[in-house]
């Protein structure tokens, strides 16, 4: 249920499964810690970041007082929590936690690591979120250099890695090394991922995202209709990635002055964050300000 989206019918079975564990386990087994991190990543992906921020901690807690010491459960689990700060935007709290998940990856972890690639990357997108581009640009890097190391050929982390060192191009205004970056992700994910898969609309979308910086208005419009295409097709109906999609195309006539036809984009979109996400998710708000400023052109 948590994959499809459909987080109202998950969170009674998390629940359920922490009840349990409570009876039969003790405090600080690993699966209790397990259980709970299930819950904390639901609220997480609902937005309900306060109710998903004790849950991480507890986690933690669990995992110093249970697992041996730099044990790759902790670095999962620190940057589930850096992640939920980074989503809020408190950087300085994130920053650390993500660079002990990296410690720990070094310390426990064969070189090369794919784990290590995640995190190092997660790394530069918070440096990039904070417009230190000099200071990610090296990791996403590194997260590929290993990612060609140690996956497969053509794997769809790659293709993820790839996209966001394009995002930093396309940040910086270098839209000439931005956009074969993009291609080859999307290449990547048309050979190894199947059809209509939801990491080719997000991909499409970012490319899509740079020809719409670039004024390329005609070469953006056609990847936004495939992006939604497929999530219409791959996910369950009235997933938040629709929305989002939804958005984004919709921002794309506000730049063409086409407000007639962005406003039922924009309310189709704020339709599905307030019933999937709730009325004060950051996503539900940020849509809500679109279609305001959409109405008053």
């Not at 992640?83 to 064969?110: F, N, R, V």
């Not at 992700?185 to 670039?214: C, F, M, W």
């Amino acid at each position: 249920y948590y994959s499809q989206g459909r987080y109202e019918a998950a969170e009674p079975l998390y629940q359920q499964a922490i009840d349990i564990a409570k009876v039969a386990l003790s405090p600080n087994h690993p699966h209790f810690a397990t259980y709970l991190n299930n819950l904390a990543n639901l609220y997480y992906s609902q937005g309900r970041y306060a109710a998903a921020e004790p849950l991480y901690q507890q986690v933690i807690a669990i995992d110093k007082t249970a697992l041996p010491e730099n044990h790759q459960s902790l670095a999962t689990h620190l940057h589930s929590l850096a992640a939920l700060y980074y989503s809020q935007g408190k950087y300085a709290a994130a920053e650390p936690l993500y660079k002990q998940t990296i410690d720990i990856d070094k310390t426990a972890l064969p070189g090369n690591h794919p784990s290590l690639a995640t995190h190092l990357h997660s790394l530069a997108l918070l440096y990039c979120s904070q417009g230190k581009y000099e200071t990610a640009e090296p990791l996403y890097q590194q997260a590929i250099a290993i990612d060609k190391a140690a996956l497969p050929e053509n794997h769809p982390s790659l293709a993820t890695h790839l996209n966001s060192l394009a995002e930093l191009h396309r940040s910086q205004g270098r839209y000439e090394a931005a956009e074969p970056l993009y291609q080859e992700a999307i290449e990547i994910d048309k050979i190894v991922l199947p059809e209509n898969h939801p990491y080719l609309a997000t991909h499409l979308n970012s490319l899509a995202g740079l020809y719409r910086s670039q004024g390329k208005y005609a070469a953006a419009e056609p990847l936004y209709k495939q992006a939604i295409e497929i999530v219409k097709e791959a996910l369950p109906p009235n997933h938040p990635y629709l929305a989002t999609l939804l958005n984004n195309q919709a921002l794309l006539y506000c730049s063409q002055g086409r407000y007639k036809a962005a406003e039922p984009l924009y309310q189709q979109a704020l339709d599905i964050f307030e019933e999937k996400l709730g009325e004060e998710h950051p996503h539900t708000i940020k849509v809500r300000k679109n279609l305001e400023r959409c109405r008053q052109q």
